[in-house]
């Protein structure tokens, strides 16, 4: 780690560690000269521009098709709003591809659902709830494309009964909308 930064400036310290994710690193660049306050940042952003989402480490691929992650180091609030703006920004972006799915018979398997969903084009996920359960309520079923979401959205039968079948909403939209919800009702309830 530490000569993979090395190049990019003077390290004063560093500090590595690992988690359940993994291992993570903190560096800090710093010159020797202690009137020169640009010279980290200058570093650090040059790191960052030239190593943030590179697959290999000193020629190298990292395993199982991992990129570095390399970020001005935040605080743990900022880090986790980040975490948060980036999975919403993912889910968003397969909104019109996955699809909420229930009233289908409980005791449907995975490959019966696949198949049943499969005509309408490449399935990238499916997922029945509640998991290790033998009666299932609800699935996700994750197309390729958004036209091919659509299509399999249209009036879907199964034993004369129409199926439920919605654009999934992204858990953390649906949270923020209930808590506005929620806010509105107590705006008018005090007023």
Not at 13 to 38: L, Q, T, V
Not at 95 to 113: A, H, I, S, W
């Amino acid at each position: 780690m530490k000569a993979l930064f090395t190049k990019f400036g003077r390290i004063e310290s560093m500090k590595y560690m690992r988690n359940d994710k993994g291992p993570y690193a903190f560096i800090c660049f710093n010159s020797e000269d202690k009137n020169d306050r640009e010279y980290g940042p200058r570093c650090a952003q040059e790191a960052v521009e030239k190593l943030n989402g590179e697959a290999l480490v000193n020629g190298v691929p990292l395993p199982d098709n991992k990129k570095l992650y390399v970020k001005e180091a935040l605080k743990r609030t900022d880090r986790e709003a980040e975490r948060l703006r980036e999975t919403i920004k993912y889910k968003s972006s397969k909104k019109r591809c996955n699809l909420y799915v229930k009233g289908f018979p409980p005791t449907m398997t995975e490959d019966e659902l696949r198949n049943l969903f499969s005509r309408y084009g490449e399935i990238e996920s499916l997922k029945m709830h509640p998991p290790g359960a033998e009666q299932k309520l609800y699935a996700f079923v994750c197309f390729k494309k958004p036209d091919e979401a659509s299509s399999a959205k249209e009036g879907l039968t199964i034993n004369d009964k129409t199926l439920t079948i919605n654009h999934y909403e992204i858990k953390e939209i649906r949270e923020l909308q209930n808590e506005a919800s929620r806010d509105k009702h107590d705006f008018q309830v005090f007023r």
